[in-house]
Protein backbone atom coordinates (compact mmCIF):
# COMPACT_ATOMS: atom_id res chain seq x y z
CA UNK A 1 0.00 0.00 0.00
CA UNK A 2 1.68 3.34 -1.02
CA UNK A 3 1.60 5.71 1.58
CA UNK A 4 -1.32 8.30 0.34
CA UNK A 5 -3.76 5.22 0.49
CA UNK A 6 -2.56 5.16 4.28
CA UNK A 7 -4.77 6.31 6.90
CA UNK A 8 -4.25 9.04 9.54
CA UNK A 9 -5.72 8.84 12.52
CA UNK A 10 -5.95 12.20 14.43
CA UNK A 11 -6.95 12.35 18.03
CA UNK A 12 -8.69 15.60 19.77
CA UNK A 13 -7.72 14.65 22.96
CA UNK A 14 -9.34 17.51 25.01
CA UNK A 15 -11.33 20.31 23.47
CA UNK A 16 -13.63 22.93 25.17
CA UNK A 17 -16.77 21.75 25.09
CA UNK A 18 -17.09 18.64 27.42
CA UNK A 19 -16.88 19.39 31.12
CA UNK A 20 -15.29 18.06 34.02
CA UNK A 21 -18.37 16.44 35.30
CA UNK A 22 -19.00 14.69 32.35
CA UNK A 23 -16.36 11.95 32.33
CA UNK A 24 -14.23 11.09 34.97
CA UNK A 25 -11.64 10.46 32.25
CA UNK A 26 -11.45 13.96 30.41
CA UNK A 27 -7.97 15.16 30.76
CA UNK A 28 -7.53 18.19 32.76
CA UNK A 29 -4.48 19.07 34.00
CA UNK A 30 -1.36 19.62 31.76
CA UNK A 31 0.17 16.10 32.67
CA UNK A 32 -3.22 15.01 32.02
CA UNK A 33 -3.17 16.58 28.59
CA UNK A 34 0.25 15.22 27.85
CA UNK A 35 0.21 11.54 29.19
CA UNK A 36 -2.93 10.75 27.05
CA UNK A 37 -1.84 12.21 23.97
CA UNK A 38 1.21 10.42 24.10
CA UNK A 39 -1.30 7.19 24.85
CA UNK A 40 -2.95 8.42 21.86
CA UNK A 41 0.25 8.48 19.71
CA UNK A 42 1.22 5.22 20.83
CA UNK A 43 -2.25 3.55 20.39
CA UNK A 44 -1.93 4.50 16.54
CA UNK A 45 -2.98 8.14 16.52
CA UNK A 46 -0.48 10.29 13.70
CA UNK A 47 -1.86 13.95 14.87
CA UNK A 48 -3.13 15.18 18.19
CA UNK A 49 -5.18 17.80 18.23
CA UNK A 50 -4.80 19.41 21.63
CA UNK A 51 -6.75 22.35 23.68
CA UNK A 52 -5.20 23.92 26.88
CA UNK A 53 -7.48 23.77 30.57
CA UNK A 54 -7.58 25.43 33.83
CA UNK A 55 -5.82 22.90 35.80
CA UNK A 56 -8.56 23.56 38.88
CA UNK A 57 -11.96 23.99 37.33
CA UNK A 58 -11.17 22.54 33.76
CA UNK A 59 -12.54 25.69 32.58
CA UNK A 60 -10.99 26.28 28.49
CA UNK A 61 -7.61 28.04 29.29
CA UNK A 62 -6.20 29.70 25.33
CA UNK A 63 -3.05 31.68 26.96
CA UNK A 64 0.05 30.22 25.40
CA UNK A 65 1.46 29.56 28.94
CA UNK A 66 -1.09 26.91 29.75
CA UNK A 67 -0.29 25.14 26.39
CA UNK A 68 3.69 25.19 27.34
CA UNK A 69 4.06 22.42 29.69
CA UNK A 70 2.43 19.37 27.79
CA UNK A 71 4.14 20.55 24.30
CA UNK A 72 7.53 20.02 25.70
CA UNK A 73 6.74 17.09 27.35
CA UNK A 74 4.91 15.47 23.98
CA UNK A 75 7.90 17.01 21.83
CA UNK A 76 10.75 15.48 23.97
CA UNK A 77 8.79 12.00 23.86
CA UNK A 78 7.27 11.27 20.62
CA UNK A 79 7.31 12.19 16.86
CA UNK A 80 3.54 12.58 16.49
CA UNK A 81 2.50 15.44 15.09
CA UNK A 82 1.09 18.14 17.10
CA UNK A 83 -2.08 20.07 16.35
CA UNK A 84 -2.87 23.80 18.07
CA UNK A 85 -6.36 24.40 18.37
CA UNK A 86 -7.52 28.12 17.12
CA UNK A 87 -10.94 27.47 17.82
CA UNK A 88 -10.37 27.66 21.60
CA UNK A 89 -13.74 28.55 22.63
CA UNK A 90 -16.37 30.18 21.06
CA UNK A 91 -17.28 32.46 23.44
CA UNK A 92 -13.19 33.88 22.81
CA UNK A 93 -12.22 36.29 20.44
CA UNK A 94 -10.18 35.54 17.51
CA UNK A 95 -6.99 37.42 18.43
CA UNK A 96 -7.55 35.51 21.40
CA UNK A 97 -7.71 32.03 20.24
CA UNK A 98 -4.99 32.29 17.39
CA UNK A 99 -2.07 33.42 20.18
CA UNK A 100 -1.07 29.92 21.25
CA UNK A 101 -0.61 28.76 17.30
CA UNK A 102 1.14 31.90 17.08
CA UNK A 103 3.50 31.89 19.73
CA UNK A 104 3.94 27.60 19.34
CA UNK A 105 4.55 27.45 15.70
CA UNK A 106 2.82 23.92 15.35
CA UNK A 107 3.01 22.17 12.06
CA UNK A 108 -0.76 22.16 11.74
CA UNK A 109 -3.30 24.42 13.44
CA UNK A 110 -7.35 23.73 13.38
CA UNK A 111 -9.12 26.11 11.36
CA UNK A 112 -13.47 26.69 11.58
CA UNK A 113 -14.32 27.93 8.14
CA UNK A 114 -17.38 30.02 8.51
CA UNK A 115 -19.70 31.47 11.59
CA UNK A 116 -22.65 29.01 13.11
CA UNK A 117 -25.19 28.54 15.65
CA UNK A 118 -23.11 26.18 18.62
CA UNK A 119 -25.55 24.34 20.38
CA UNK A 120 -24.30 22.83 23.31
CA UNK A 121 -27.60 23.04 25.48
CA UNK A 122 -28.88 19.43 24.71
CA UNK A 123 -26.35 18.27 27.01
CA UNK A 124 -27.70 19.28 29.82
CA UNK A 125 -30.87 16.55 29.34
CA UNK A 126 -28.13 14.39 29.94
CA UNK A 127 -26.01 15.60 32.67
CA UNK A 128 -27.53 16.89 35.78
CA UNK A 129 -24.85 17.51 38.29
CA UNK A 130 -21.67 19.67 37.71
CA UNK A 131 -18.94 20.28 40.05
CA UNK A 132 -18.19 23.55 38.92
CA UNK A 133 -20.81 26.41 38.33
CA UNK A 134 -19.28 27.64 35.08
CA UNK A 135 -20.19 24.29 33.32
CA UNK A 136 -23.90 24.39 33.35
CA UNK A 137 -23.96 28.37 32.30
CA UNK A 138 -21.48 27.60 29.38
CA UNK A 139 -24.14 24.89 28.18
CA UNK A 140 -27.05 27.19 28.44
CA UNK A 141 -25.46 30.16 27.06
CA UNK A 142 -24.74 28.10 23.66
CA UNK A 143 -28.96 28.65 23.45
CA UNK A 144 -28.02 32.08 22.30
CA UNK A 145 -24.98 31.73 20.85
CA UNK A 146 -23.27 32.59 17.20
CA UNK A 147 -19.53 30.81 17.01
CA UNK A 148 -18.12 33.93 15.05
CA UNK A 149 -15.80 32.94 12.04
CA UNK A 150 -16.07 35.59 9.89
CA UNK A 151 -14.26 35.94 6.75
CA UNK A 152 -12.47 38.96 8.43
CA UNK A 153 -11.55 36.78 11.38
CA UNK A 154 -10.27 33.63 9.10
CA UNK A 155 -8.27 36.24 7.55
CA UNK A 156 -6.54 36.84 10.28
CA UNK A 157 -6.13 34.03 11.56
CA UNK A 158 -4.24 33.08 8.01
CA UNK A 159 -1.97 36.04 7.66
CA UNK A 160 -0.78 35.43 11.45
CA UNK A 161 -0.11 32.03 11.23
CA UNK A 162 0.83 31.64 7.36
CA UNK A 163 3.95 33.04 8.49
CA UNK A 164 4.81 30.04 10.94
CA UNK A 165 4.87 27.46 7.62
CA UNK A 166 2.11 25.84 9.33
CA UNK A 167 -0.74 23.86 7.72
CA UNK A 168 -4.20 23.93 9.01
CA UNK A 169 -6.75 21.56 9.73
CA UNK A 170 -9.47 23.74 7.79
CA UNK A 171 -12.94 22.31 9.98
CA UNK A 172 -16.04 22.21 7.82
CA UNK A 173 -19.43 22.15 9.29
CA UNK A 174 -21.44 22.64 6.52
CA UNK A 175 -21.48 22.61 3.10
CA UNK A 176 -20.89 26.90 2.94
CA UNK A 177 -17.63 26.09 5.15
CA UNK A 178 -16.76 24.34 1.87
CA UNK A 179 -17.14 27.13 -0.11
CA UNK A 180 -15.56 29.69 1.92
CA UNK A 181 -12.30 27.33 1.95
CA UNK A 182 -12.68 27.40 -1.80
CA UNK A 183 -12.70 31.51 -1.53
CA UNK A 184 -9.41 31.72 0.46
CA UNK A 185 -7.75 29.29 -1.26
CA UNK A 186 -8.27 30.74 -5.17
CA UNK A 187 -7.46 33.61 -3.08
CA UNK A 188 -3.79 32.32 -2.30
CA UNK A 189 -4.35 32.19 1.35
CA UNK A 190 -4.13 28.58 1.57
CA UNK A 191 -2.26 25.86 -0.59
CA UNK A 192 -2.93 22.53 -1.47
CA UNK A 193 -2.96 20.09 -0.66
CA UNK A 194 -5.37 20.74 1.69
CA UNK A 195 -6.79 18.65 4.90
CA UNK A 196 -10.41 19.50 5.22
CA UNK A 197 -12.00 17.95 8.39
CA UNK A 198 -15.60 17.70 8.04
CA UNK A 199 -17.46 17.90 11.24
CA UNK A 200 -20.94 15.82 11.58
CA UNK A 201 -23.71 15.89 13.99
CA UNK A 202 -23.22 19.04 15.97
CA UNK A 203 -26.19 21.36 16.31
CA UNK A 204 -25.53 23.99 14.43
CA UNK A 205 -24.11 22.17 11.30
CA UNK A 206 -24.76 19.29 9.38
CA UNK A 207 -26.20 15.90 10.37
CA UNK A 208 -24.46 12.87 10.68
CA UNK A 209 -26.66 10.47 8.17
CA UNK A 210 -24.66 9.33 5.52
CA UNK A 211 -26.79 11.33 3.06
CA UNK A 212 -24.81 14.20 4.94
CA UNK A 213 -21.47 12.58 4.36
CA UNK A 214 -21.85 11.71 1.18
CA UNK A 215 -22.89 15.11 -0.02
CA UNK A 216 -20.29 17.06 2.08
CA UNK A 217 -18.00 14.62 0.34
CA UNK A 218 -19.44 15.16 -3.35
CA UNK A 219 -18.86 18.97 -2.61
CA UNK A 220 -15.22 18.70 -1.83
CA UNK A 221 -14.12 16.67 -4.76
CA UNK A 222 -16.34 19.20 -6.91
CA UNK A 223 -14.49 22.00 -5.80
CA UNK A 224 -10.95 20.92 -4.66
CA UNK A 225 -10.37 17.59 -6.98
CA UNK A 226 -7.11 16.06 -5.83
CA UNK A 227 -5.97 19.06 -4.21
CA UNK A 228 -7.27 17.92 -0.61
CA UNK A 229 -6.89 15.09 1.79
CA UNK A 230 -10.33 14.54 3.30
CA UNK A 231 -11.27 13.64 7.10
CA UNK A 232 -14.34 13.24 9.31
CA UNK A 233 -15.09 13.67 13.25
CA UNK A 234 -18.55 12.82 13.86
CA UNK A 235 -19.59 14.06 17.43
CA UNK A 236 -21.09 11.97 20.17
CA UNK A 237 -22.86 8.42 18.90
CA UNK A 238 -21.72 9.35 15.59
CA UNK A 239 -17.95 8.78 16.34
CA UNK A 240 -17.53 5.67 14.78
CA UNK A 241 -20.05 5.14 12.46
CA UNK A 242 -19.10 8.46 10.92
CA UNK A 243 -15.40 7.14 10.77
CA UNK A 244 -16.10 4.00 9.19
CA UNK A 245 -18.24 5.50 6.33
CA UNK A 246 -14.98 7.49 6.15
CA UNK A 247 -12.47 4.56 6.18
CA UNK A 248 -14.51 2.72 4.05
CA UNK A 249 -14.56 5.59 1.45
CA UNK A 250 -10.88 6.60 1.36
CA UNK A 251 -10.74 9.07 3.77
CA UNK A 252 -9.16 9.83 7.21
CA UNK A 253 -10.73 10.09 10.63
CA UNK A 254 -10.90 12.00 13.58
CA UNK A 255 -11.62 10.52 16.93
CA UNK A 256 -11.05 11.37 21.06
CA UNK A 257 -12.88 12.84 23.82
CA UNK A 258 -13.02 16.56 22.36
CA UNK A 259 -15.66 14.51 20.09
CA UNK A 260 -17.27 12.30 22.11
CA UNK A 261 -16.87 10.71 25.33
CA UNK A 262 -18.32 7.12 24.53
CA UNK A 263 -16.40 4.45 23.62
CA UNK A 264 -19.82 2.40 22.88
CA UNK A 265 -23.59 2.99 23.93
CA UNK A 266 -23.60 3.76 27.97
CA UNK A 267 -20.04 2.97 28.02
CA UNK A 268 -17.37 5.79 28.98
CA UNK A 269 -14.08 5.99 26.91
CA UNK A 270 -11.69 5.11 29.63
CA UNK A 271 -8.98 6.88 27.79
CA UNK A 272 -8.48 8.36 23.97
CA UNK A 273 -5.80 5.82 23.44
CA UNK A 274 -9.18 3.28 23.29
CA UNK A 275 -11.25 5.12 20.88
CA UNK A 276 -7.70 5.30 18.96
CA UNK A 277 -7.89 1.62 19.23
CA UNK A 278 -11.62 1.21 18.11
CA UNK A 279 -11.29 3.23 15.07
CA UNK A 280 -8.03 1.36 14.31
CA UNK A 281 -9.75 -2.07 14.42
CA UNK A 282 -12.06 -0.76 11.63
CA UNK A 283 -9.84 0.45 9.63
CA UNK A 284 -7.56 -2.71 9.71
CA UNK A 285 -10.75 -4.28 9.44
CA UNK A 286 -10.87 -3.17 5.88
CA UNK A 287 -8.20 -3.98 4.94
CA UNK A 288 -6.47 -0.65 5.42
CA UNK A 289 -3.43 0.47 7.11
CA UNK A 290 -2.78 3.50 9.40
CA UNK A 291 0.01 6.10 8.75
CA UNK A 292 2.52 7.01 11.02
CA UNK A 293 3.16 10.39 12.19
CA UNK A 294 6.20 10.45 9.38
CA UNK A 295 3.89 9.04 6.96
CA UNK A 296 1.31 11.93 7.44
CA UNK A 297 3.86 14.81 7.28
CA UNK A 298 4.28 13.63 3.72
CA UNK A 299 0.71 13.08 2.43
CA UNK A 300 -0.16 16.66 3.87
CA UNK A 301 3.36 18.10 3.08
CA UNK A 302 4.04 19.08 6.93
CA UNK A 303 6.97 21.57 7.95
CA UNK A 304 8.67 18.89 10.22
CA UNK A 305 8.46 18.66 13.53
CA UNK A 306 11.96 20.11 13.97
CA UNK A 307 10.31 23.60 12.63
CA UNK A 308 7.80 24.12 15.64
CA UNK A 309 8.36 26.59 18.39
CA UNK A 310 8.52 24.46 21.22
Given at each position: ?100 AATWKPEIASLNMGSM ?171 LEVATPDEARDILQLK ?7
Amino acid sequence: MTVANKVIISCAVTGSIHTPSMSPHLPITADEIAQSALAAAEAGAAIVHLHARNPVDGRPDQTPEAFEPFLRVIKQSSNVVVNLTTGGSPYMSVEERVRPAATWKPEIASLNMGSMNFGLFPMLKRFKEFKHEWEPQMLENSKDLVFRNSFKDIAYALTTLNETGARYEFECYDTSHLYNLHYFWTEGLVKAPLFIQTCFGLLGGIGPHPDDIMHMKRTADRLFGDQYRWSVLGAGRSQMPTAAIAAAMGGNVRVGLEDSLWLGKGKLAPTNASQVLQVRKIIEGLGLEVATPDEARDILQLKGGDKVGF
